[in-house]
C-alpha cells in the first residue's frame, strides 16, 4: 500500500516530468516524453527535491512498454533475423571492448581502485551491478552516480545522434490502429501474469520481456492487432523517463563531483565506441543504422526498448540485442571483479 508522502514524490515527480515533456515538444527534442521528463526531474533532483516513482507503478510502465515493442513485430522479421547472428557476434564483442575502455578511464585516469571501476564501467545492467556492488569492497555511491549519469547521457544523446546527425530516416511507416480496450486489458493482464513467471526464473528485465513475449504472441496468432493507445503510450513513457531522473535523488552535485566527471568522461568514450561499431556493423548486415545505434548504445533496456518505439526502429533486433547484452554481462561481471572483490 503505497503511504501518503510517497504519493505526493510520485504527484511531484509526475508533475516536474510532464512539464519536461511539454518542454521536450516544444522545442523539438527526440523522443520528447522520454528525454524530456528525464532532464527535468534530473535537475529537480540535482536542486535537492526528493524524487520517486514506487515499484508497483515502474513494473507496469516495462509491461506497457514490453506490450509495445511487440505490436511492432510482423512476419517479415523472422525473415530478417537470418542476418542478426553477425550481429549478435559483434555485440558481445562490443561489451567487452567498451566495458575495458571504461575501466580503464576510470582506473587510471580517475585512480578508482580495480571494483569501483570495473563495476562503473559495466556497459549496462544497472540494478544488476548497483547489487553487485553492495556486495563488494567498492563504492557504492560512485559506482551508483557513474552509472546513473551513462543511462541519463544516452538517453539524451542517442536519439539526438540518430536524429539530428540524419543518419537514417526516423520517420513511421504505417503506424497500427489503437488496441481495442478489452483486447488491450487482456494482453496486460497476461503480460503480467509471464513477466511474474520470468521473474520467478530470473530473466533480466522480466516485466518487460514478459510483454514482448505475449504481444508477439497475440499479433502473430491474430489474437489481437494494433498497437498500444497514445493515452496510454504517453504517460508511460513520461514515467520512464522521469524514473531515470529520480536515480540523482539525494545526490549532491558538489559532493560527488569526481564521479559525476567520471561518469560524463566514460560515456563520452563509450558513446563514439558503440556509435563507430554500430556503423560498421550496420554496413556489414544491412541492418538499418538507428536500429543498430539504439541496439548497441549500452544505456537500460526498457528505456532503449521505449526509445526503439518512439523513433521508429526496429524493435525485435533491437531488444534482442539488449537481452543478449544483459545476459552476458551477468555471466561477465562476476568473472571480472574477481573473487577477492566478491569476499566482502
Not at 1 to 29: D, K, N, Q, Y
Amino acid at each position: 500500500m503505497i503511504s501518503i508522502s510517497e504519493l505526493s514524490r510520485l504527484a511531484l515527480t509526475v508533475f516536474i516530468g510532464s512539464l519536461g515533456a511539454l518542454f521536450g515538444v516544444l522545442v523539438g527534442l527526440p523522443a520528447p516524453f522520454l528525454c524530456g521528463p528525464a532532464l527535468a526531474v534530473t535537475g529537480a533532483s540535482l536542486l535537492g527535491l526528493t524524487l520517486s516513482v514506487p515499484k508497483n507503478l515502474r513494473s507496469a510502465t516495462f509491461v506497457i512498454v514490453g506490450v509495445s515493442m511487440g505490436t511492432n513485430i510482423t512476419p517479415n522479421v523472422f525473415e530478417a533475423a537470418k542476418t542478426w547472428p553477425l550481429s549478435f557476434v559483434a555485440v558481445l564483442l562490443t561489451v567487452v571492448v567498451l566495458l575495458y575502455a571504461a575501466y580503464w578511464i576510470l582506473r587510471f585516469i580517475f585512480r578508482y581502485d580495480h571494483t569501483t571501476a570495473m563495476l562503473g564501467a559495466s556497459p549496462g545492467h544497472l540494478s544488476y551491478i548497483i547489487s553487485l556492488t553492495a556486495e563488494t569492497k567498492s563504492d557504492l555511491a560512485t559506482v551508483s552516480v557513474i552509472q546513473s549519469v551513462r543511462v541519463l547521457a544516452l538517453t539524451l544523446t542517442v536519439p539526438l545522434i540518430v536524429k539530428y546527425l540524419d543518419l537514417v530516416s526516423v520517420e513511421p511507416s504505417i503506424l497500427p490502429p489503437p488496441m481495442p480496450a478489452l483486447e488491450l486489458g487482456l494482453t496486460l493482464l497476461a503480460s503480467l501474469a509471464v513477466g511474474l513467471v520470468f521473474m520467478r526464473w530470473r530473466f533480466p528485465a522480466a516485466l518487460l520481456l514478459g510483454g514482448v513475449a505475449v504481444s508477439i504472441s497475440s499479433h502473430v496468432t491474430g489474437f489481437s492487432s494494433g498497437g498500444v493507445p497514445d493515452w496510454l503510450a504517453i504517460p508511460t513513457y513520461i514515467v520512464l523517463g522521469s524514473l531515470i531522473g529520480t536515480r540523482f535523488s539525494r545526490s549532491s552535485l558538489k559532493d560527488m563531483r569526481k564521479a559525476f566527471l567520471a561518469g560524463a568522461v566514460v560515456t563520452v568514450a563509450v558513446v563514439v565506441l558503440a556509435c563507430s561499431i554500430a556503423v560498421l556493423v550496420s554496413s556489414l548486415t544491412g541492418v538499418p543504422l538507428n536500429a543498430v545505434m539504439i541496439a548497441f548504445a549500452p544505456g537500460g533496456l526498457e528505456t532503449m526498448a521505449a526509445m526503439a518505439v518512439m523513433m521508429h526502429a526496429d524493435t525485435a533486433y533491437v531488444g534482442s540485442h539488449h537481452v543478449l547484452r544483459l545476459l552476458f554481462l551477468s555471466v561477465l561481471m562476476p568473472f571480472v571483479i574477481g573473487k577477492q572483490a566478491r569476499g566482502r
